[in-house]
């Protein structure tokens, strides 16, 4: 049976939500939610096609976050700031390129 993929890439973004508080902070207090819902909107007004945005829950980075994962590559990404969002719809999602200072510390 052949594999079925509909998507060239999916992109996950972690939104997962800890108590105030907590030491290991979580993505969703860094605003993961707005930055995914930013990069869905662009890619959508861009006409990109075959890419699929999702919210995720934990992805075990938060200290790092908000992170996002993009398949099929497991390219992990910290990004803070909409400039971020950007460059990874130019560069990863259209060109196929990473972002490379955009790339998460490889820390535990």
């Given at each position: 049976?052949?594999?079925?993929v ?8 972690c ?12 993505c969703a207090?860094k ?6 819902n ?6 959508k007004s ?10 995720s829950g ?16 497991g ?19 259209l ?9 998460m510390n490889?820390?535990?």
């Amino acid at each position: 049976m052949k594999n079925f993929v509909e998507y060239k890439y999916h992109v996950f973004f972690c939104t997962n939500k800890r108590p105030e508080g907590h030491p290991r902070g979580c993505c969703a207090q860094k605003k993961s939610l707005k930055l995914r819902n930013l990069m869905k909107a662009k890619a959508k007004s861009l006409g990109i096609e075959k890419v699929r945005i999702n919210a995720s829950g934990c992805l075990d980075k938060c200290e790092q976050g908000p992170t996002v994962v993009i398949y099929p590559e497991g390219v992990w990404y910290t990004i803070r700031k909409e400039a971020d969002v950007e460059d990874i719809i130019n560069e990863h999602l259209l060109k196929g390129k990473t972002v490379e200072r955009l790339l998460m510390n490889k820390k535990d």
